[in-house]
Nanobody
């Protein structure tokens, strides 16, 4: 069983940076792939980034590639998303998720989800 709590969201200007954190608790955190999804107002939830259990493999949506960096620190039971060069279209609620496999994780078919943290990028 895994519990996830996101933090670090806020209001930033376009071109700015922000780092999100996802604190995990549970018995098997280090064995799970982890990821970030986002959902803008009135829009469907979309995949952002994912990372394997070891941190050796990462995956990014085209919309964030080159600007966002996903990482994890298993010793601290924490997942991160460093967001640079933020754009107004990045405005959304960002949620972290966890699953035993990256394939199902990236599909959004995840066993565990956090409650989300709001990111707002102003022009």
């Amino acid at each position: 069983q895994v519990q996830l709590v996101e933090s670090g969201g806020g209001l930033v200007q376009a071109g700015g940076s922000l780092r999100l954190s996802c604190a995990a608790s549970g018995r098997t955190f280090s064995t799970y792939a982890m990821g970030w999804f986002r959902q803008a107002p009135g829009k469907e939830r979309e995949f952002g980034a994912a990372i394997s259990w070891s941190g050796g493999r990462t995956y990014y949506a085209d919309s964030v590639k080159g600007r966002f960096t996903i990482s994890r620190d298993n010793a601290k039971n924490t997942l991160y998303l460093k967001m640079n060069s933020l754009k107004p279209e990045d405005t959304a609620v960002y949620s972290c998720n966890a699953d035993a496999a990256t394939l199902t994780l990236r599909r959004g078919e995840s066993e565990y989800w956090g409650q989300g943290t709001q990111v707002t990028v102003s022009s």
